[in-house]
């Protein structure tokens, strides 16, 4: 088992940052990749990015790039998300997952689910 615990979560006003992290526990040496997650109320999980373990290759959906950056520390096991030009309808709960197999866009594609943490961007 994998255990993902985010963190850095807040309110911002638009325009601002915001980092995000999400450190992982137990069983690490088996993660292939580890992305995040968003889910706004009313809405599906929507893909924000993810990064390959070993290697460190990324991926970012339409609506993030350009603005939000995913990195890893694996001495840390932990994973990053910095966010910049925040705008309201970033405004989610984030979710970290992890993934024994694939890089993917598909939640379905991730074992393992941090509680997430809420983003909130003011007008």
């Known amino acids: 088992q994998v255990r993902l615990v985010e963190s850095g979560g807040g309110l911002v006003q638009a325009g601002g940052s915001l980092r995000l992290s999400c450190a992982a526990s137990?069983?690490?040496?088996?993660?292939?990749?580890m992305g995040w997650f968003r889910q706004a109320p009313g809405l599906e999980r929507e893909f924000v990015a993810s990064?390959?373990?070993?290697?460190?290759?990324?991926y970012y959906g339409d609506s993030v790039k350009g603005r939000f950056t995913i990195s890893r520390d694996n001495a840390k096991n932990t994973v990053y998300l910095q966010m910049h030009s925040l705008k309201p309808e970033d405004t989610a709960v984030y979710y970290c997952?992890?993934?024994?197999?694939?890089?993917?866009?598909?939640?379905?594609?991730?074992?393992?689910w941090g509680q997430g943490t809420q983003v909130t961007v003011s007008s």
């Open positions: 997952a992890a993934s024994r197999y694939a890089t993917s866009e598909k939640a379905r594609d991730y074992d393992y």
């Open positions: 990064i390959k373990w070993s290697g460190g290759s990324t």
């Open positions: 137990g069983r690490t040496f088996t993660i292939y990749s």
